[in-house]
């Protein structure tokens, strides 16, 4: 019996030890298979087909080199970003082997990498780090450079929300060896010539700089003037018009030539310029009215009011405390002549605009369509909501309290509110609406429907003047780079720029209850009854939401426990059936 029990412990062991055998040697090999799976809803850990086109065209190595301190004591909340940065560039190298290398170094230990990297412009972000008497400084380099031949690409400091976009685009102009060009008309005030060792300041009247400055991260900006006759030059790869104001015949002759031979234009147009101090309004005459109507397009002069809108400080008022102190409190109001575009303002069947949820536009007009010419497509790519109207555009635009509701009173009793087209894109040959060149441009030759063009025309330009294109709190940025993106051909990297930012919204039930029945009237009565109702609809869905998410979990145990019950009672009713059979 003990020689038994011996030679089942040996058998035993012998099996635990080739077992773990065969475990540990499972683990290297699957250690040394590269696989995984990507279950998140956009594929965020995944490259996109842009970037493995890009690397599948690589024809020379892609040489990386990451600027990384290693010790970041005191910002310990970097290392997750830090990860992920890591993991993204080694995923670019194991796409394609033998064709990307990646070098990491420290400038913080390293003198020399430290010079290169100040050379090539990546700089450190200063940290401070309090403590309980006493404060730390840390310098933390988060930046990469891109070699590929005899170019090179820097992204001076990653940041792992826009993390492949960064890269792919800049990826993109290293194997395009030049940045695609894009032309800039405006009125506004031209840059001072420079000056070595002296920076000087923007004029104030270049409203439109940080455009530039934003768009010029990754294409080369050129400012055009359209009088002297010369054509645009082939390798302007877009062209946007910003607030036209007068436009000469010459100026509206070059526009159009360049829409006919293929070009693609972006038209920001303004019928009314207003000071931000002190709202006083300026009338714009754009010199490209009948141009535009040539093609079925119109920008009238109303001024677009929307109830969903920017909220807007117009004053104070006196609050009394139970104390018996008197505290003055900011009033604020929704500013419809500051509308809010949101759910349902963008086209989501096109790349533009797809990715886009809110974005913040100023006293804007309509863009109407009627009929393009014949191989011409027209589409809206942004609307107002539902519950909009037009307004005259001599109209006060005042910030006061009285005012607002003033405006607001006479939209709603202007007619029936509807939504109301801000920009839209017209695509296909554009024919010429010049019979023969202008006076001075006798020996050009007009061209006319020569290749496929694009023109995107919206009643709005202040969505892309200085400090509302870099509003933090909109995605007027995302727009102004998808626009651009798309008008040079570069669709396909539009979509690298929202991945994993996809927000899951919850529904809305106050809205859907309004817009169920027609939406609000010219009544006040009847708005206020619907707005108590639509309120009451919202308190019930809630309520039997939450109920649902208290008794569900418990109804499925209750149901599971039964199933088990009955099921054990079953087997156990067969078994007895069985022995009693034999």
């Known amino acids: 019996m003990g020689s038994r029990t011996r030679e089942v412990r040996a058998q035993a062991w012998l099996s635990a030890v080739l077992g773990a055998g065969i475990a540990v040697a499972a683990l290297l090999l699957i250690g040394a298979v590269r696989a995984r799976i990507d279950l998140s809803g956009d594929r965020e850990y995944s490259l996109s087909p842009a970037t493995e086109a890009l690397l599948g065209r690589l024809e020379d190595r892609l040489q990386l080199k990451l600027y990384f301190n290693r010790d970041v004591e005191g910002a310990e909340a970097l290392l997750p970003a830090r990860a992920a940065i890591e993991d993204f560039l080694e995923e670019l190298r194991a796409h394609a082997p033998g064709m990307v290398s990646l070098e990491i170094v420290d400038p913080t230990a390293d003198a020399?990498?430290?010079?290169?990297?100040?050379?090539?412009?990546?700089?450190?972000?200063?940290?401070?780090?309090?403590?309980?008497?006493?404060?730390?400084?840390?310098?933390?380099?988060?930046?990469?450079?891109?070699?590929?031949?005899?170019?090179?690409?820097?992204?001076?400091?990653?940041?792992?929300?826009?993390?492949?976009?960064?890269?792919?685009?800049?990826?993109?102009?290293?194997?395009?060896?030049?940045?695609?060009?894009?032309?800039?008309?405006?009125?506004?005030?031209?840059?001072?010539?420079?000056?070595?060792?002296?920076?000087?300041p923007v004029p104030e009247g270049r409203i439109f700089e940080n455009f530039r400055e934003l768009l010029g991260r990754r294409y080369g900006i050129r400012d055009l003037d359209l009088t002297t006759g010369e054509p645009i030059g082939a390798d302007v790869a877009a062209l946007v018009v910003a607030r036209p104001e007068d436009l000469s015949e010459v100026e509206v002759f070059e526009i159009d030539q360049f829409l006919a031979r293929g070009g693609h234009v972006l038209a920001l147009v303004d019928r009314s310029d207003f000071d931000p101090r002190s709202l006083e309004r300026r009338v714009v005459h754009t010199g490209l009215d009948d141009w535009l109507a040539a093609y079925g397009?119109?920008?009238?002069?109303?001024?677009?009011?929307?109830?969903?809108?920017?909220?807007v400080r117009v004053g104070t008022r006196t609050v009394e405390l139970p104390d018996g102190r008197r505290m003055p409190t900011p009033v604020v109001l929704d500013?419809?002549?500051?509308?809010?575009?949101?759910?349902?303002?963008?086209?989501?069947?096109?790349?533009?605009?797809?990715?886009?949820?809110?974005?913040?536009?100023?006293?804007?007009?309509?863009?109407?369509?009627?009929?393009?010419?014949?191989?011409?497509?027209?589409?809206?790519?942004?609307?107002?909501?539902?519950?909009?109207?037009?307004?005259?555009?001599?109209?006060?635009?005042?910030?006061?309290?009285?005012?607002?509701?003033?405006?607001?009173?006479?939209?709603?009793?202007?007619?029936?509110?509807?939504?109301?087209?801000?920009?839209a894109v017209l695509q296909g040959a554009f024919p010429s609406t010049f019979s023969s060149p202008p006076a001075g441009l006798e020996s050009r030759e007009v061209v006319s429907a020569a290749a496929p063009g694009l023109l995107i025309v919206i009643g709005d330009a202040d969505l892309f003047r200085n400090g509302l294109v870099m509003d933090a709190n909109s995605q007027n940025a995302d727009l102004a780079l998808n626009l651009i993106d798309w008008l040079a051909q570069d669709e396909s990297l539009i979509g690298l720029r929202s991945r994993g930012k996809t927000e899951r919204r919850l529904r809305d039930f106050y809205g859907e209850w309004i817009e169920a029945r027609g939406g609000f009237t010219t009544s006040d009565a009847d708005n206020q009854e619907l707005d108590r109702a639509a309120k009451r609809h919202v308190r019930h869905r809630r309520l039997a939401y939450g109920w649902a998410n208290v008794l569900a979990p418990a109804l499925l145990v209750l149901f599971g426990g039964l199933f088990h019950v009955l099921r054990s009672r079953g087997a156990a009713r067969r078994g007895r059936q069985e022995a009693a059979a034999r």
Do not use: C
Not at 297 to 311: F, H, I, R
Not at 401 to 423: D, F, K, M, Q
């Open 297 to 311: 397009v119109g920008v009238p002069e109303q001024l677009v009011w929307d109830q969903k809108a920017n909220a």
């Open 112 to 200: 020399l990498a430290a010079s290169h990297a100040e050379l090539v412009g990546i700089v450190p972000l200063p940290l401070t780090n309090q403590e309980v008497g006493s404060m730390s400084y840390l310098e933390v380099y988060q930046g990469l450079e891109m070699r590929y031949q005899d170019r090179n690409e820097v992204v001076p400091f990653l940041v792992p929300a826009e993390l492949e976009f960064a890269v792919t685009v800049r990826l993109a102009n290293l194997l395009r060896g030049v940045r695609p060009v894009i032309g800039f008309h405006s009125r506004e005030p031209r840059l001072p010539p420079l000056v070595p060792g002296m920076e000087l």
């Open 335 to 423: 500013y419809g002549l500051w509308p809010l575009l949101g759910d349902g303002a963008f086209s989501r069947e096109h790349a533009a605009t797809g990715s886009i949820d809110q974005v913040k536009i100023y006293w804007a007009q309509p863009v109407v369509v009627t009929r393009p010419p014949a191989g011409v497509a027209a589409e809206t790519l942004m609307r107002t909501s539902a519950q909009s109207w037009l307004l005259a555009p001599d109209t006060s635009v005042a910030l006061s309290p009285g005012n607002v509701e003033r405006l607001r009173a006479l939209a709603v009793s202007s007619g029936p509110p509807g939504s109301i087209g801000v920009g």
